[in-house]
């Protein structure tokens, strides 16, 4: 069965951009009568904000998104993190590192695996990283084919638990997409970088690769992405219909005047059943045909 996943952080309420990615999950996972995930990434305390995970459902609920099972908070997974990290520390996989970024940035910006012949013990001053025995530089995805990522980036062996003691985003994704049965992920361009490490780790752990499709960013009259970090605009929950529509266009749909008028679980069945990937725009970046007012 097709299995796909929604997984916002609580940094701040849903805006344009990620109801992009949260409108073309569901509709690949409902246009193939999968199931559809909500997963909240809470694992970075600093950049969290209170009441952001309430609001992200509240939104999706007056979107009409409706999510299958349980919501899948990564803070109940720390301890799953941690113990596949000590399997790799013990194995060697994984070692200890002391490298600072300001160092790593003076030896060329990229890591050269400094430490990991150090055998440093463990101290609250390293960073963990896996040895990169299994570098992706490129990968196929479901829209655009090929895609390639830099050959220093894919031979990196990165950091799957930070210095300051949090998990990294790559490692625990991809623990948490194992343990749901994720099969597919679709989520904005911004992320295909970090899928070739993904996908390493997936190889590391001896599981199969889901598939990837990644769709367009929406970015402002800058070419900056609509972000948190950007102070994108909050999307409307009294009036959803105008925004709903505006992203489905953004998608690709030839939204009628007809379907416009209708109820919003009508217009999100709609899309399910009109749903195709050839409609998906090309470009990996788009600045929507509207007011950032509209966002």
């Not at 799953?80 to 000590?86: F, L, M, S």
């Not at 300051?164 to 361009?189: K, P, S």
């Amino acid at each position: 069965m097709y299995i796909g996943r929604f997984a916002p952080s609580p940094s701040g309420p849903l805006h344009f951009g990620s109801l992009i990615a949260a409108l073309g999950s569901y509709f690949q996972a409902r246009s193939q009568n999968g199931r559809w995930l909500v997963r909240i990434e809470d694992i970075d305390p600093p950049r969290e904000v209170e009441g952001a995970a309430e609001l992200i459902l509240k939104t999706l609920q007056a979107y009409q998104l409706h999510w299958d099972g349980e919501v899948l908070y990564q803070s109940q997974r720390l301890n799953a993190y941690q113990t596949q990290i000590d399997h790799w520390l013990a194995s060697g996989q994984a070692y200890l590192c002391e490298c600072t970024r300001k160092q790593i940035k003076a030896a060329g910006g990229f890591y050269q695996g400094t430490c990991r012949d150090k055998q440093l013990n463990a101290s609250d001053s390293c960073a963990v990283r896996l040895t990169m025995d299994y570098p992706v530089s490129s990968f196929i995805d479901e829209k655009h084919g090929q895609l390639d990522i830099p050959e220093q980036l894919a031979q990196e062996d990165f950091i799957i638990k930070r210095r300051d003691g949090l998990f990294a985003y790559n490692l625990a994704v991809v623990l948490d997409d194992i343990y749901q049965g994720v099969t597919e992920v679709v989520r904005g361009a911004d992320l295909i970088e970090p899928t070739g490490r993904q996908i390493s780790l997936y190889k590391t752990l001896g599981v199969e690769p889901v598939t990837y499709l990644h769709l367009p960013l929406a970015i402002d009259d800058n070419g900056n992405k609509l972000s948190k970090q950007n102070h994108a605009t909050a999307i409307d929950l009294d009036n959803p219909k105008p925004t709903l529509l505006n992203a489905m266009r953004f998608l690709g749909f030839d939204v009628e005047t007809e379907i416009a008028t209708k109820e919003i679980a009508d217009i999100i069945q709609w899309g399910v059943e009109n749903w195709r990937l050839s409609q998906l725009p090309k470009q990996l970046k788009i600045k929507p045909p509207f007011s950032n007012d509209a966002l």
